[in-house]
């Protein structure tokens, strides 16, 4: 049986490989071009713009401007490869077999209905799986010296495409693949079924599930301090790479007010508009980075708990329905 599945998705699995390798093998090569281009110009090892006395703001902004097409272009690569492979490799997997009646052939050989799911799901799914996570880390290293460009790890699309997530996306399109197959036998459909499913949970997950795994950090300070560096075009007074969630602004007495961007004429300062609308502190809620793995555990096991239900879903169906 296993033989017979191997036959059978060899191709799908070799054209993954091969996609795989080859969008690794790009974010290698930047890695490589990007620590050589920071130890020519002396930063390297900049993260963030004044974390060392060389890691000053044209030298940041030079490198932003050298690859700030290839951090725009591989998160887009990354965020569409798990919906790809989900679409390719999980749909057709049973839902073709379904309309090609082979299944009443490979149903008749002694292979319980049980046996030939899971070894299908395992030698069609696995090295997917192993693929993708195995790439997602490679991410996390290779685009670390572009922390700056990237804007960090904890926002999108960088959180999205680095670390154990973009495995875990694989694993549930490919689950709602699967599942769509088996329950409406039809590959265009179960395909289409996976492109709408995985893009409403990746949607709602990161809109409003993450931003609460974890306790975000408050900042407060007043007007000056939390204006004063980047107005002066330094850094933010929350870390560069951090992901800020929220703002409260409080006049003199300490009484929380809103505050209207729009009625600033465009011409004066960010203090100065904050100060004209009886703005005297502001406080900051942010994730800074070192919640990064904290946040890809949290996602990940989610992930991974709904494919489990959408793979039980697919085998209930099975074991439910006529062949």
Request: aromatic share 10%.
């Given at each position: 049986m296993?033989?017979?599945a191997?036959?059978q ?7 993954t ?79 073709r ?6 299944h009443v052939f490979?149903?008749?050989q ?19 799986a192993v ?11 290779t ?33 709602v693949?699967?599942a ?23 949607i ?5 599930a ?6 975000a ?11 004063g ?16 969630v ?8 300490g ?51 709904l ?17």
């Amino acid at each position: 049986m296993i033989w017979v599945a191997w036959r059978q998705q060899r191709l799908q699995l070799l054209v993954t490989t091969l996609l795989v390798v080859a969008v690794g093998a790009v974010m290698l090569f930047y890695r490589a071009d990007a620590v050589s281009y920071m130890q020519d110009r002396g930063i390297a090892g900049c993260l963030r713009i004044g974390e060392e006395p060389s890691c000053t703001q044209s030298a940041m902004g030079a490198l932003s401007d050298r690859y700030k097409t290839y951090v725009s272009v591989i998160p887009m690569v990354l965020l569409c490869l798990p919906v790809l492979l989900g679409m390719f490799a999980g749909a057709p997997l049973f839902a073709r077999e379904f309309e090609q009646g082979t299944h009443v052939f490979g149903l008749t050989q002694s292979v319980s209905r049980r046996r030939w799911w899971a070894t299908k799901i395992l030698v069609g799914g696995g090295p997917v799986a192993v693929l993708t996570f195995a790439l997602g880390l490679i991410g996390v290293w290779t685009l670390r010296p572009l922390n700056h460009v990237t804007r960090g790890a904890m926002m999108t699309p960088g959180f999205e495409t680095q670390g154990l997530v973009l495995g875990a996306y694989t694993v549930l399109a490919f689950a709602v693949g699967v599942a769509a197959g088996l329950m409406f036998r039809n590959t265009l459909a179960s395909m289409a079924i996976t492109l709408g499913v995985y893009l409403v949970v990746l949607i709602g997950v990161g809109g409003v599930a993450r931003p609460h795994y974890l306790a975000a950090e408050r900042i407060t300070g007043t007007v000056a301090e939390s204006t004063g560096e980047s107005e002066r075009g330094g850094h933010s007074w929350i870390p560069d790479d951090a992901w800020r969630v929220g703002s409260a602004y409080y006049d003199k007495d300490g009484r929380k007010i809103s505050f209207n961007p729009s009625g600033c004429d465009g011409t004066e300062t960010i203090q100065s508009c904050l100060g004209k609308q009886g703005v005297a502190k502001q406080s900051a809620d942010f994730h800074p980075a070192s919640q990064f793995w904290g946040f890809q555990a949290v996602e990940s096991a989610v992930f991974l708990a709904l494919s489990a239900g959408l793979l039980g879903l697919g085998a209930w169906s099975l074991r439910r329905r006529v062949l």
